[in-house]
């Protein structure tokens, strides 16, 4: 007997059966991070309607795992027990922005009237984060990118808060905390440095750009990661002619949010007034031959292994919002180094 299931009938079954468990496992974390809250608010009142000593803690803690784990399996170690206390002392006395709230109408709310939207997993690498406004970002650019917990840490170990701080006043800082990072303008988009340590290149060692380049595609969902919010691949060396002379853009996207295409020209030397002339020219030719009437101004960003500052605000006019350079970095340093770093560059774009 022919097969009756065509391939198309099939996949478009699959995929909803697919969304529906995907759906279902979500929602049982969800759950069991509201229970996790709420055993580590029972926790705290067992302990402070009891003696008031270490060793009563300890004990409580102790004689809980080991009934639990008869009773449950695993999963509730001491240390595990430990997390829960932590978790409802943290998250009892933490509100998150409105705007991640609406998206979630449905959650349930605890007592103190918080709502969790991450994993159990998730929140456990936010406690760690002892600056509750850099907190607050992180877990705000969790729900919405739909980071797991391997990404949020890769996140977090690039220092992107800092990254997007250091080029924002103080309400901008402000809104980081309370919004994620909100893409209202071509500066919004940038970051300085670009950590690019999945790309596997050594820091030191010699190689193309077009090596860069294949590593970045190769890689192409963590530079999108990296990129930020909105951002679709449009395709690499892309060719256009000009007064019959050939040039290529090494890598385009169009960005949705802002509603313009979004150039990169990859430089593994120092950044030269010529790089930044030519960028002009990619920006204005997408500008006047490729973009729509209804679309926003094109931005060109040079990614360089190293640029002086001074060069590039005397190469571009006064009024620039579209041709911007940025460092990038093919290992990622520790998060002190990182700091200082952005902050020597700040200091040195300031002279």
């Known amino acids: ?18 969304k529906a468990r995907e759906q279902a496992k979500m929602a049982l974390n969800i759950s069991m991070v509201y229970s996790y809250y ?11 309607n ?32 430990k997390l829960m206390r932590r978790f409802y002392v943290v998250y009892s006395q933490d509100q998150i922005g409105q705007n991640v709230s609406t998206q979630f109408e449905n959650l349930p709310v605890t007592k103190e009237g918080r709502k969790f ?12 984060i002892q600056n509750i ?49 909100i893409i209202e303008k071509p500066e919004d988009l940038l970051k300085d440095p670009y950590v690019l340590e999945f790309t596997g290149l050594p820091e030191l060692a010699k190689y193309s750009e077009s090596d860069l380049e294949t590593k970045i595609i190769d890689h192409l969902q963590e530079f999108l990661l990296e990129l930020g919010r909105g951002f679709t691949f449009v395709g690499r060396q892309v060719r256009f002619t000009f007064e019959d002379e050939h040039y290529r853009v090494d890598l385009v996207f169009f960005n949705r949010l802002l509603r313009c295409f979004v150039l990169f020209d990859l430089k593994i030397g120092r950044l030269k007034h010529q790089d930044i002339g030519q960028m002009q020219m990619y920006v204005n030719y997408y500008d006047r ?17 190293n640029k002086n500052n001074a060069v590039v605000e005397m190469t571009l006019p006064e009024d620039n919002s579209q041709i911007f350079a940025s460092k990038y970095l093919t290992v990622l340093p520790s998060k002190e180094e990182l700091k200082k770093l952005m902050e020597s560059e700040v200091v040195s774009s300031n002279l």
């Not at 709420?38 to 402070?48: A, D, F, L, S, T």
């Not at 991450?118 to 406690?127: P, T």
């Open 50 to 81: 009891g003696k008031q000593r270490a060793e009563y803690g300890k004990a409580i803690l102790k004689e809980l795992s080991k009934r639990l784990t008869e009773s449950l399996g695993k999963g509730f170690s001491v240390e595990n027990l």
């Open 133 to 181: 406004d850099e907190r607050h970002f992180y877990e705000i650019e969790a729900v919405r990118n739909g980071w797991g917990v391997k990404e949020l840490g890769r996140q977090y170990d690039s220092a992107l808060y800092e990254r997007l701080a250091l080029s924002r006043d103080k309400e901008g800082i402000e809104r980081l905390s309370a919004e994620g990072q």
């Open 38 to 48: 709420e055993v580590g608010r029972m926790i705290i009142e067992e302990e402070q």
């Open 289 to 305: 031959k490729v973009k729509l009437e209804d679309e926003n101004p094109t931005i060109g960003i040079l990614l360089c292994k």
């Open 117 to 128: 939207f991450l994993s159990f997993s998730h929140y456990v690498s936010l406690m760690r």
């Open 1 to 18: 007997m022919e097969n009756i299931v065509t391939g198309d009938f099939f996949d478009r079954v699959l995929e909803i059966l697919k």
